[in-house]
């Protein structure tokens, strides 16, 4: 009898890790199950590695950037001899951002590209965003940036605040030039 509870609870436990461990429709797994597959590129830095010394931050700025904790870039580039393989994968991703793990914030269109801005967390502090910008002539990009309590209004203003800052752009040229 004994030996059946053990057999029992064994079988249990295995159970419990297998479905933990299935994280089907995240982007981390996305992330990790592509970044070596041809025609992706992968960029990871550290919001640290940003020089920023020319930028004028307010107190709340400050804060904002020091809860960035990593940046992830995930690019499909889009060519005449792979356009199925790409629409495929921008309908998983678009998968992705739309199942219930991720609240989405915003969808728009500019100059071409639309993107898709999803969060993880709360109304009021997100440890994850996720921008999804893609072309058709281009490709998608997968942004994703961790964080430890990350508000959304004060993202929105220190991304506006640094596109308007001094930053040195060679310091983002991969994620920039994969659009151009």
Known sequence: MQKHIKTLF???LLIVLVSSCKNEGSI???FVEHQELPNFTVIDLSPKMIDISNVEFTEEQ?????SLEKINFLGYRVKEDNLEAYNKELENVQKIFK???YDELMEFKTDG???????EGTDDVVDEI???ASTEDKGF???RVLGDNMRPENMVKLIDDLQKADVDKNQLKGIIDFFK
Do not use: D, E, M
């Open 141 to 143: 990009g997968v942004v």
């Open 28 to 30: 981390q797994t996305y």
């Open 99 to 101: 199942n219930g793990k």
């Open 113 to 119: 590209i639309r993107f898709r801005i999803n969060t």
């Open 10 to 12: 064994v079988s249990f």
């Open 130 to 132: 996720l921008v999804l």
């Open 62 to 66: 400050k804060k904002t950037y020091n």
